[in-house]
């Protein structure tokens, strides 16, 4: 039986569509008692239901959404959060509001730094493209506040770095002429894992901006400005970085 075909979907995929978390954190919801299929609490892991049962978290009946998805390049000074404390911009000021069919960020990108942001509720993306099993590779161009040594290059290059969470391990790192416009490939996807290596070898980071995410690029779009991404364009990015993701 073609599961999916036939209308039946894992129930933790069902719960990643609905918006409501990755597979992985729909798994921990499932096994802690919290989720109902038809007026029945299930606990296990692998449950396949139909996509037209009754669906409940903590009572409240889940379904299917609209599967939204937003590609953005941030502007410098904009939070990456569905909210800020101090009232301070963030990423949902620059799109529309899509009352139940609500988008998070994919990812983060620290206020400063700009470029290219994914905006979605699909849940199972989400994971994709943050989890480190993935393997999701990140491009960045880099300012820095002066010309950068060949022997910092070598040392970037051969993984010679480290932070508290490891070695940094790059794909690649190149600069320009003026020597201090720095192009940096990597996987990584620890916090401010760029500033930080340049700070640790004395430099200061200018400007930071992120122009491939998985495949996903700004195309021609304006800072500041976004478009709405169709399924098929998602899924063939995500087919391309797949195929191409040992280089």
């Keep these: 039986m073609n599961k999916k075909k036939d209308g039946f979907i894992r129930l933790n995929h069902y719960l990643s569509n609905a918006g409501i978390s990755s597979r992985r954190k729909s798994d921990q919801l499932i096994q802690s008692g919290v989720v109902e299929v038809n007026g029945k609490y299930v606990s296990k892991l692998g449950t396949i239901i139909h996509v037209n049962d009754i669906v409940k978290l903590h009572g409240h009946r889940i379904k299917n959404k609209k599967k939204i998805y937003i590609l953005l390049n941030k502007p410098k000074g904009v939070i990456t959060s569905t ?11 620059l799109i529309p509001n899509f009352s139940n069919n609500r988008v998070f960020p994919v990812g983060r990108l620290d206020r400063l730094t700009t470029g290219v942001l994914l905006l979605t509720n699909d849940g199972s993306l989400t994971e994709k493209l943050t989890h480190p099993k993935y393997n999701i590779k990140k491009i960045y161009h880099v300012l820095l ?43 990584i996807g620890w916090n401010r894992v760029i500033r930080r290596l ?50």
Excluded: A
């Excluded at 909210?83 to 000021?93: A, C, N, P």
């Excluded at 969470?165 to 996987?187: A, P, Q, Y």
């Design 83 to 93: 909210s800020d404390r101090y009232k301070r911009k963030t990423v949902m000021d």
């Design 198 to 247: 340049f700070k640790k070898l004395t430099y200061q980071v200018i400007q930071l901006d992120r122009v491939n995410f998985g495949g996903f690029t700004k195309k021609n779009l304006k800072v500041g400005c976004w478009c709405f991404l169709n399924k098929k364009e998602i899924n063939n990015t995500i087919k391309i970085h797949e195929k191409n993701k040992h280089y």
């Design 145 to 187: 506040n002066k010309k950068i040594k060949p022997q910092d290059i070598d040392l970037i290059r051969k993984g010679k770095i480290s932070l508290y969470e490891g070695r940094i391990k790059v794909d690649f790192i190149s600069c320009g002429n003026r020597k201090n416009r720095i192009k940096i490939g990597l996987h």
